[in-house]
């Protein structure tokens, strides 16, 4: 007997052959032609430059962090989104007091500034020097001419 | 559609295997030849061109020659990527958007899994897809395809909070997670819809209507983020990184995933669709039962998802020739902000009017 989640399974495997099975179906007919050049990693047609396996930007390992915190969250509250109107008013509340945390948390997370996506802020150069004098003469004298 | 087949061919697995393949070969491939073909043709006549127009009448045949192209091109493996994750990302990803057409009804009797799970199911599977994105990033060893595929993976965990927020305010007011159980509550006329507050009586659902229209509001929102559409689509902002985490990748490689990409078009619009949009349902009536033609019926059913899907899909093309792209400050502000804020307080007031 084949269950539902059996139906899901098949459904998974079909998707993992379809998409060998057509770039294996492929192979017949397409070229293979390499040249060095061509094995080169793309990089707007110059040679590549560095390795771009080195240490990532950590703001992405933040969104995770608070992605994870939500999406567990998202899960246990789903069961009691189920059963919650059997409970009435009290059933509402348990889940409530739960949001109401997760809530805190987040706006923990907002004052402290994870939420915030960093910009680059240009710093305008300080210019403290008072232009050159000989600059004004050259004006003056520009002018009268 | 399951039973039907297991009449004929009587093996389950294979009565299953054939109705697996049924929204491949019925709905994705059909819809990806035809949506490349639209979205090429709409922003073509939205910005006052023509578009393709060689191929067949008004270029009907298109799509049709550019998957000749591309099962003619050359498979490129550059030398310094990590092979096995280069090859394995583009299954990962069509199978995870894949295994979202199991648990999505098309019709009364064209479900693949009646599994009461459906809509966590989906939220569930539909993660694959970062692991895919990142896989092939990484592999890649591409600058632009790691900032691609790390922007990218960003986009999608950070906007699939508000999504499953909205998704589980829409399950306490329904009561259920399977999207069929969902489709049959919003029976008969469109009023009855879950954007227009459900089928809850009349007071109640005067009180519902602002609030699902607004939980509908962020899912589309979201959803649109989550398949990295325009306005999201920075992970693919041709402007700054070639094309994203798929930089790397050609022919029918690069073929899967855009077919994914397609796919997921469609899917979100059908999972929009069943939550909000009353699923299968005919907004006005069946035809068959009027005429008294009952098999008639599961293909109308069928006829009216279809026009709701494509639907969406039309808006989500006509946004991406409308908006610009947001920066990716702005697409965190966005989420993280405004939607959970918003989805969170619209989950409280709907479950404390479902209560009544």
């Known amino acids: 007997m084949l269950t539902e989640f059996g139906k899901i399974f098949i459904f998974i495997l079909l998707a993992v052959v379809f998409v060998p099975l057509i770039v294996y179906v492929a192979k017949f007919i397409r070229p293979a032609r390499p040249t060095k050049e061509k094995l080169k990693i793309y990089e707007c047609g110059e040679n590549p430059e560095g390795s771009p396996w080195i240490k990532f930007n950590i703001r992405f390992y933040v969104i995770a962090l608070i992605f994870l915190i939500f999406d567990v969250e998202v899960v246990l509250l789903f069961p009691w989104a189920l059963t919650y109107q059997d409970f009435g008013f009290y059933g509402f509340m348990v889940g409530i007091i739960f949001l109401l945390i997760l809530g805190l948390g987040m706006a923990y997370e907002w004052r402290k500034g994870d939420l915030e996506w960093e910009r680059p802020k240009p710093i305008p150069p300080i210019l403290d020097d008072e232009p050159p004098a000989e600059n004004e003469e050259l004006k003056e004298e520009s002018l009268t001419i | ?356």
């Open chain 2, 1 to 356: 559609m399951y039973e039907l087949l297991y009449d004929i061919f009587g093996s389950e697995i294979i009565a299953m295997i054939i109705a697996a393949c049924m929204p491949l070969f019925l709905f994705i491939l059909p819809f990806a030849l035809i949506a490349v073909l639209l979205e090429r043709k709409v922003s073509a006549h939205m910005q006052d061109r023509l578009g393709p127009m060689r191929v067949g009448y008004h270029g009907i045949l298109q799509t049709i020659a550019d998957i000749l192209k591309l099962i003619q091109k050359e498979d490129i493996v550059a030398d310094t990527t990590d092979k096995k994750l280069f090859n394995m990302a583009p299954v990962l990803v069509f199978a995870g958007s894949y295994a979202v057409f199991a648990a999505i009804p098309f019709s009364g009797a064209f479900i693949g899994s009646a599994a009461d799970v459906g809509i966590f199911f989906i939220i569930a599977v539909s993660s694959i897809v970062v692991a895919g994105i990142l896989m092939a990033g990484w592999a890649s060893n591409n600058k632009y395809s790691l900032l691609g595929a790390m922007r990218s993976a960003a986009q999608i965990i950070s906007y699939e909070i508000p999504t499953a927020l909205v998704v589980l305010s829409i399950v306490m007011l329904t009561g259920t997670l399977s999207l069929n159980t969902m489709s049959i509550q919003q029976t008969a006329y469109f009023w009855n819809w879950n954007l227009f507050g459900g089928a809850a009586d009349g007071f109640v659902q005067l009180l519902l209507l602002p609030f699902t229209v607004v939980a509908f509001v962020i899912f589309y929102i979201s959803s649109l983020a989550e398949v990295n559409r325009t306005p999201f689509d920075i992970p693919e902002a041709e402007s700054e990184l070639v094309a994203g985490y798929h930089t790397e990748y050609s022919g029918m490689k690069f073929a899967m995933f855009f077919l994914a990409e397609y796919a997921n078009m469609f899917a979100v619009s059908a999972i929009a669709v069943a939550i909000f949009l009353g699923g299968y349902q005919s907004p006005l009536g069946y035809l068959g039962n009027t005429i008294g033609v009952e098999w008639l019926i599961p293909y109308e059913q069928l006829f009216w998802f279809t026009v709701k899907g494509v639907g969406l899909v039309l808006v989500q093309i006509w946004l991406r020739w409308t908006l610009p792209r947001l920066r990716v400050d702005q697409l965190m502000t966005v989420c993280w902000k405004y939607l959970i804020p918003y989805a969170f307080v619209n989950l409280i007031i709907i479950g404390l009017i479902s209560l009544i």
